[in-house]
Structure formats: structure tokens, C-alpha cells
């Protein structure tokens, strides 16, 4: 009886997931920030890591700076499902500063001086093409 009630859970809980997904991509795909933030963040929990890195991204593009601190954090450490790259980390970081905390700062000083000057001059760029909230 235990064990059907353990299978039972897991399935619930399988397809409450689905439900909440299906719902936040719904809404994600109006092309909302916080909305598209909200299912990067379930399919973080959830240990999807790619998936939520690309829909960090699109909710960066518009603006969305805790969005750019999230996809920030998991360009540069390079989680499962995400390449690693410290510079476009650092550039996402450094546009997310003064918005969400200063872990910019910290990156900046894992790079070298050439790095750096390019990490800010990435963020710049990404600035220009992101209208702010």
C-alpha cells in the first residue's frame, strides 16, 4: 500500500508540474518579462537549466534585471545545459548591477584586465539593445 501511495505522489506531483508549466509557458509566450521570468525559474527548480537559461534570456532582453542576474549567474558558472562563458556572465552581471545586488563586482575580479574592459564593454552593448524597465 506504501509503495502505491509513493507512485501516486510522484505522478501527482509530475503532473501538477506539467500543469504549472503549461500554464507559465501560456503566459511566457505573450512575450511578458515577468512572466517568462516565472518559468525560467520553474524549470530551474526543477534542474532544467537550458531551458530556463533561454527563457532568463528573453525576459533579459526586455529589461528584466533580476532575469539578466539569473542568466548572468549561469553563463558564467556554466551549470548542466548552459556553456560557460565568464565574459557574457559578467556582461549580463554588470547590466543587472544596482538592480538586483553587487556580484558583478565579483566576477570582475575573476577576469583578467583585457577581460574586464571587454565584460563592460559587452554590457554597454547589451544596454543598447534592451529597453529598461
Known amino acids: ?14 503532473a501538477a508540474f506539467s500543469a ?27 534542474g532544467e537549466d537550458g531551458k530556463a537559461a533561454e527563457w532568463f534570456e528573453k525576459a533579459a532582453r526586455q529589461g528584466h534585471a533580476q532575469a539578466q542576474y539569473e542568466l548572468g549567474t ?12 565568464k565574459l557574457k556572465g559578467c556582461g549580463w552581471l554588470y547590466l543587472a548591477a544596482g538592480e538586483v545586488d553587487s556580484s558583478e563586482y565579483l ?4 577576469l583578467s584586465e ?7 564593454a559587452l554590457s554597454k552593448e547589451l544596454a543598447k539593445s534592451i529597453k529598461k524597465k
Open 114 to 120: 583585457k577581460q574586464k574592459s571587454d565584460a563592460i
Open 107 to 110: 566576477c570582475l575580479l575573476q
Open 74 to 85: 549561469l553563463q558564467f558558472f556554466g551549470w548542466d545545459g548552459v556553456e560557460g562563458d
Open 1 to 14: 500500500m506504501k509503495k502505491y501511495l509513493i507512485l501516486f505522489l510522484v505522478l501527482f506531483a509530475g
Open 20 to 46: 504549472d508549466i503549461a500554464a507559465l509557458t501560456k503566459a511566457a509566450n505573450t512575450g511578458k518579462a515577468d512572466a517568462q521570468y516565472e518559468l525560467a525559474k520553474a524549470y530551474l527548480d526543477e
